[in-house]
């Protein structure tokens, strides 16, 4: 030192030793790979959910090859777009709903199985209910009357429901006014029709998709993709059911 007193012992600084500093950085290469690992696992574990409880619905099905401009395909692949009326008659568009999970519900108010699974999907709607996640359900029907009619038969039995008039069909404000009376808090999924063309059962949209039967139903990914489609009816409140589309939803 510079007034010529040695060092004290405790004034050396800092010593490292070698071995020391090896075997730390080891340790941090092992932990740093570890985190790696983990993250990207993580996104590989919840694509294989989505796949397992997809499959487990029968889900992952060729489509109809309609969908994909007349090939065979199977999913993931583009939904095509499609606008349908609301009740007041206004257009709605399927690309309206992008950035959104899209589960769309295709139905008809003379299709009996499709009345029995309404209730389980208004269930899942309320369960799963959030802002990025909507449920639609496109009715193959000529009229706003019987589709009000079915969803009153569907989740109110045994509400009272107005005759048919001399035309054989009920007028719209009292299939309205019955709808209301029945489920005053309306429906958690959004309803839109599909009228078939001419005297047909099959709504325009849903042939436009190669759909010979109803219900069938389309998992929608935020991006406009089909992740799962579903040819028959599904419990959507089972847990499988629910775990296909949370996992799209939570990606």
């Not at 490292?16 to 730390?24: E, Q």
């Not at 080891?26 to 790696?36: D, F, N």
């Not at 294989?48 to 109809?64: F, I, M, T, V, W």
């Amino acid at each position: 030192m510079a007034d010529g007193t040695k060092p004290a012992a405790n004034d050396r600084g800092v010593v490292i030793n070698p071995r020391v500093l090896l075997v730390g950085g080891g340790a941090a290469l092992v932990g740093l790979a570890m985190l790696v690992a983990f993250l990207w696992m993580v996104p590989s574990a919840a694509a294989r959910e989505e796949k397992a409880a997809c499959r487990g619905l029968l889900g992952d099905q060729p489509l109809n090859p309609a969908v994909c401009n007349g090939q065979p395909c199977i999913v993931p692949a583009h939904a095509p777009d499609f606008t349908a009326l609301d009740h007041q008659g206004k257009p709605v568009r399927l690309s309206d709903f992008q950035g959104k999970v899209v589960l769309v519900n295709f139905w008809a108010s003379w299709c009996g199985v499709c009345k029995t699974e309404k209730p389980a999907l208004l269930a899942m709607a309320n369960e799963l209910a959030r802002d990025d996640f909507a449920v639609i359900a496109l009715a193959s029907d000529h009229n706003w009357s019987d589709v009000l009619l079915a969803l009153i038969d569907s989740l109110a039995p045994g509400a009272a429901v107005p005759k048919a008039d001399k035309s054989g069909s009920v007028p719209l404000p009292q299939a309205l006014d019955a709808y209301r009376m029945a489920l005053p808090t309306g429906v958690p999924f959004k309803v839109f029709i599909d009228p078939p063309a001419g005297d047909g059962n099959i709504g325009q949209i849903a042939a436009s998709w190669g759909i010979k039967a109803v219900p069938e139903t389309a998992l929608i990914d935020r991006k406009g993709n089909i992740r799962a489609y579903f040819v028959n009816k599904r419990d959507w409140t089972s847990n499988v059911a629910q775990t296909c589309i949370r996992s799209v939803l939570d990606e």
